[in-house]
């Protein structure tokens, strides 16, 4: 299937994709939707269709949603940008077409973000709040392009996981009002890495990270450890749909049910969301994606018994 033209802001868009969801996809390629996710499409008992996407080898990339995956002879996959840190360009400060350029520039930015460089989200999140950039605020938007045009290889090396013993470890962090409106944005990482203890207060994780979100809550914040409770609950809501709990009943209930296997609060220094709600934040995130490892210290924690 090739896409000719993006539909993104064409009225009736939504219409034509409805039009063609249950025509083309269900009838004519014996699709239906699966039961987890309603924008995917999966292949019923019906159809007999068969079909290879690509070939990933050593020696043949794979292109795949705006991102290259390669394959190294010490079975590691590579996950990098595709040639979107060649447009980057820095905001011209007294430009007379500043305003345009920092929102062409801050969203091509935020895609290679998205994709495979985390580090850059936070700055171009709050980028993003400024309808009306200053003179600073342009500063502070070049100095991260600026890093991503230095670092166009930046990105994921996703490493082998014993899956036997693999557990999938939810980072979070909420802060307090750090949007320019005041509101409070959520972010978390999900890794899938394998545990080895170190003592009873220390353990290192070993893995991969699979996902790394942010979300701007609709509920009025009214302190700090509010947002980290409504960060938590975003993170468990990923794994596990618990959209009609709220609070900490949400937790407690997870956790009799033994859908939620073990909490723990752990040192803000060792903590990879933290890149996520902070301009200065820790090297978590950084020592996770550049050695798939890191050293976490815990200073409180709930054990089942």
Not at 85 to 93: D, E, Q, S
Not at 116 to 143: G, T, V
Not at 236 to 262: D, F, P, V, W
Request: hydrophobic share 35%; proline share 5%; aromatic share 8%.
């Amino acid at each position: 299937m090739t896409v000719n033209k993006p539909l993104y802001g064409i009225a009736g868009a939504g219409t034509h994709w409805w039009a063609t969801y249950p025509g083309h996809h269900k009838k004519k390629l014996q699709m239906e939707t699966s039961s987890f996710d309603p924008c995917l499409l999966v292949s019923s008992a019906e159809s007999h269709d068969f079909g290879i996407v690509g070939n990933l080898t050593t020696s043949a990339p794979v292109t795949f949603n705006g991102g290259t995956l390669s394959l190294t002879g010490e079975n590691t996959l590579i996950l990098r940008q595709k040639g979107q840190g060649n447009k980057l360009a820095l905001v011209p400060i007294n430009g007379p077409d500043a305003k345009q350029k920092y929102v062409e520039q801050r969203a091509r930015g935020a895609y290679s973000a998205s994709i495979c460089q985390p580090e850059a989200c936070f700055n171009l999140s709050s980028a993003a709040h400024h309808q009306d950039p200053s003179s600073d605020d342009i500063k502070n938007l070049n100095r991260r392009l600026q890093w991503q045009m230095d670092h166009p290889d930046r990105g994921f090396t996703f490493i082998s996981v014993a899956l036997p013993t693999a557990k999938l470890f939810v980072f979070v962090d909420g802060f307090f009002a750090n949007n320019v409106d005041f509101t409070s944005q959520l972010r978390f990482v999900i890794v899938l890495a394998n545990e080895k203890r170190v003592d009873d207060d220390t353990f290192t994780i070993a893995g991969n990270i699979v996902h790394f979100p942010s979300t701007k809550p609709k509920r009025v914040m009214r302190s700090v450890l509010a947002s980290e409770v409504y960060g938590l609950l975003a993170g468990l809501g990923t794994t596990k749909e618990k959209r009609l709990m709220i609070n900490i009943m949400a937790l407690r209930q997870s956790y009799e049910r033994r859908e939620l296997h073990e909490v723990r609060w752990i040192n803000g220094s060792d903590n990879p969301a933290d890149t996520f709600t902070k301009a200065s934040p820790n090297q978590a995130l950084e020592g996770l994606i550049s050695g798939n490892k890191i050293g976490i210290r815990m200073e409180g924690w709930v054990t089942r018994r």
